[in-house]
């Protein structure tokens, strides 16, 4: 069942504050405010949730399941970075760290599959090999799922993975009327990776206050306007 953008909140809330690892899955149609709610959630209630890590990835463009997991080892950083834009001082401190961690989880693997192998073997060991090795207690948004090209079951396999495995948390974000034939197959594991699901339904005057905020001028005219029409989308108010 759809519901409006305030009666979601809460939901939202108790996920993020919440000490277990779950999946959400935030569905609705483009413009509907999927990506707007979750983040003034997260911006209002970070400081609750009990992880220290924050990895936001947009899936538009992504094409293989590698790509996802590279793209969310290089994604990941310290949670107050999702409240604001880190100094040049702060990301200066922080590479040296992330160049450590990758440093140290490839002399582990390299370590172990040695000694599988024998130490005259030689081993390669890729990013997007450990990129979830690194993504342990970790706040996860995957956003646009929609508009990913990795198989919707593959895409599954890592949230899941995310979940069981490396104590994450992890948040979907798409227009399920848009997945197209990855409908099926979504539906098929769904129950088994998804723990909670908020359909968003914005209402006209959820999608008005959004866009026009106090203190916008001519905010009372236009008010009646987009309630006669009305107008959900706040992609399409925010263009006129």
Known sequence: ?????????????????????????????????????????????LQDCDLDQYAYVSCFGIQTAPDLRTALFLRTAPKRWALREPSWIEVNLYWPELKGRAARLVGRVTNLVGKALGRSQQVAVSLEALATLALKNTLVCLDDVERSSVPIDQLLGIVSELKEKRGCRIVLIFNDQAMGERSAMYAQYQEKVVDLEVRLRTTPSEAFDIVFRDGYRSKAELAPLVSSLGATNIRVLRQH
């Open 1 to 45: 069942m759809k519901v409006p953008i305030e009666a979601s909140r809460q939901q939202i809330q108790e996920f993020l504050t919440s000490p277990r690892s779950r999946t959400l899955a935030i569905t609705g149609e483009w413009g509907s405010g999927k990506t707007y709610l979750w983040n003034q959630v997260l911006y209002q209630h």
